[in-house]
């Protein structure tokens, strides 16, 4: 089954940053898309944040 979430550990792995920095990025990426604290963040938001190709992304995340 593939997700459509993603956490700070697939951020951590995509992009070569602490824990604390990806937490980070996922608290900015919230911040960004008007998201409350309880929202999930998805791939396709990841993506469009940080200028990534959905594509490229999904074969990193299991």
Known sequence: MKRICINTTDVMFI???SE???RNIINDIKYHFGKAKHQVVTIK???EYLGLEED??????K
Do not use: A, N, V, W
């Not at 490229?56 to 995340?61: A, D, L, V």
């Open 15 to 17: 992009t070569g940053k």
């Open 20 to 22: 604390r920095q990806s």
């Open 45 to 47: 938001e990841f993506c």
């Open 56 to 61: 490229e992304i999904k074969s990193y995340i």
